[in-house]
């Protein structure tokens, strides 16, 4: 069943380090007392939850039966604005430990109604997880890390963070405590601390996708454009394989880049072929697995 109108919320959590968790809360207009499952949208590195086409997945989602909770991290540096880095102090210290705490926050917040619809329930037996480049990076080892989550979509993942660090990177990170990152999209040079570096290397068992993925028998989607110019195609086939999960599919998008041809801001009536099938796979996942 599909709805025709959506309600969203908005509003913020605090963070296990009393940082605001923007998010918003998508939920079909139906009626009071329908319960619904739950999906979690993860953003990536240099992203947040309102980049590009994201918001429009969030309503398609929600009229296809979903409560869809979307949010920041605490630490990706995008503060009141909710478009722009405004808070670079943060973002520079931003580590994979706090990102996947903020997913628990999340949960908890869902389960004790401080994220709610005043019509609708959420379900917190039916929790799905999407994660879209480092986001699904989080996404898988946050599928490892609470139990909540029955069912998982990865969308262009990266598998191993650690692996991403370049020589030069380490370098300045040994010599000087920081590297910097450019955005290309804005030209913005963005500091990265070291913390971010020792914070994988020292928990590398528990915060390594490549590593979780391996305990994780929920249903598993794993979905990357093969023209894709920011992380290797690779390394979705290498999570897919590792995956031990008895229900899981690889679906790789042909002429489809990192963000599937969409761009931030997302200004068409349309989305471009390739996403459109990114959001068909995506929810027909989730119709068969979490409903």
Known sequence: MRFSSVS?????ISSTENLPIHYDLLVPVASAGTVLPVILFLHGFKGFKDWGAFPD??????????AVVAFNMSLNGVGESMLEFDEPELFRRQ????????VGSIITAVKDKEIASDKVILDTDRVGIIGHSRGGHTAVTAAAEYAEIQCLVTWS????YNARWSSEMKKDWETKG???IKNSRTGEILPLDKITYDDGITNADRLMAIKRVQEIYIPSMFIAGKDDEAVPVSETEKLYRKSPAYDKE??????AGHTFQVSHPFEKNDFPPEFEEVIDLTEGWFLDHLK
Not at 8 to 12: A, E, L, M
Not at 57 to 66: I, K, M, N, S, T
Not at 157 to 160: G, K, Q, R, Y
Request: no cysteine; glycine share 6%; net charge negative.
């Open 178 to 180: 920081f590297t910097e």
């Open 57 to 66: 997945v969030y309503e398609e989602l929600a009229r296809a039966g979903f």
């Open 250 to 255: 690889i679906r790789l998008i042909d002429n």
């Open 157 to 160: 993942a990266v598998s191993d």
């Open 8 to 12: 969203k919320t908005s509003g913020q």
């Open 95 to 102: 580590t994979l430990s706090q990102d996947l705490s903020d």
